[in-house]
């Protein structure tokens, strides 16, 4: 079988249109990454564009330095795929590359494509053991981290309760290491006083949903993780979580913190509890 063959088309003009994908990425109200404007989910470098590009979102533009898009399409599975999207891809020099996305960027490799449609609630309860559900978590780089790290320990599944940022933005899919685009999340019904109600959905399925604070009259963390299933729930960085997802939850955990000490990183927390359910799974 002859191998697919990809020719990139080489860009000088900043101005050029064919480049409007990647235009002003850092810009609040511009950026093609928001999802009231173009949408797109934008991956930069050689170790998240190939992730993007396996995803489940089809990729419509990827551009980049001559060497580095040389580099990705060396792989024959990621050339195949592109083809089957019918991708652009363009070289580009440096300068050219910083005019157009409003820094420098010494990756040297972004790639776009058009969102896809949020997977089921259903689907992913059905599917899991042991979920991740974040509420009020506004901080991109938090989700980031919180989705490298349940993937790095085997959680089927992240849900979002209200108030979370957007997991596509691009700093999100940067500092998740491209794993936002592999781990299967959906979001949950309702506003912030009533999206708890969406915990009956866990419980139905068998669902033990455990609650992370810091309240010295927490079970120890450990003790919470015995289950065939459970859900682990963050809240937000400083108030944590709502009274609301507290009393939905089946049981509240602490992680044994130095005197001194009064939390951890959201991220951080979600690390060490995941730790501690994967212990219980191995």
Known sequence: MSRTTVTPIHITDPADPRLDDIRDLNHSDRRPDLPGGKGLVISEGLLVTPRLIESRFPVGTVVGF??????????????????????????????????????DMHRGLVAC???????????????????????????HENIGAIFRNAAGMHVDGVLFGAACADPLFRRSVRVSMGQVLRLPFATLPGTTTTWQRSFDMLHDAGFHTVAMTPADDASELWEAMDHDKVAIVVGAEGPGLTRHAMRACSQRAKIPMAPGTDSLNVATAAAIACYERLRFCS
Do not use: W
């Open 66 to 103: 001559p060497d580095k898009v040389k580099a990705l399409l060396d792989d024959e599975r990621v050339s195949e795929l592109l083809a089957a999207d019918d991708a652009a891809i363009y070289t580009v020099d440096r300068d050219t590359l910083k005019e157009v996305a409003g820094f």
């Open 113 to 139: 494509a058009a969102r896809a449609p949020e997977l089921p609630v259903a689907d992913i309860i059905a599917q899991s053991r042991t979920l991740m559900v974040l509420e009020g978590v506004g901080d």
